[in-house]
């Protein structure tokens, strides 16, 4: 990452903006969601992939800010949703897209169930993930 890094330092011209925007593993919140309000059913499970991606991410950021490449300007966290309209479509999204990052227990799949079958008629499942943007100055 931080060869990549380096890269970006040198095509982006001096004061040029570097953002920097991803998710961060946080047992993202799993909830059902309606007209009526929303519900938590549970946290998915961060699986050591995306841990280590994240503290990968994190190291190159604060190895490159050490060598004077780049400044920290703002940083932020904001949620970020996906949307299913059922249970089952969310958990096979899950199976196929998040394998490998995020894991989705059997008794919060069972609880989102229960919770989306008693909601209102537009009820939705959905999954608050944790964002960060920052935004970095390239230094001289």
């Not at 490449?69 to 999204?93: L, V």
């Amino acid at each position: 990452m931080v060869h990549a890094l380096d890269e970006i330092r040198r095509t982006l011209k001096t004061n040029g903006i570097l953002i920097d925007l991803r998710p961060v593993e946080s047992n993202w919140l799993v909830e059902v969601s309606s007209s009526a309000g929303c519900q938590l059913a549970g946290r998915l499970n961060d699986m050591p992939t995306g841990l280590k991606d994240d503290e990968a991410a994190f190291k190159a950021m604060r190895e490159v800010e050490s060598r004077g490449w780049y400044i920290k300007e703002k940083e932020e966290e904001f949620a970020f949703f996906y949307y299913w309209d059922t249970p089952s479509e969310m958990k096979e999204f899950m199976e196929t897209e998040w394998e490998d990052f995020e894991k989705l227990e059997e008794d919060v799949f069972q609880k989102t169930k229960s919770l989306w079958a008693i909601a209102n008629a537009d009820a939705r499942v959905r999954v608050r993930v944790k964002m960060l943007i920052t935004s970095w100055v390239m230094s001289l």
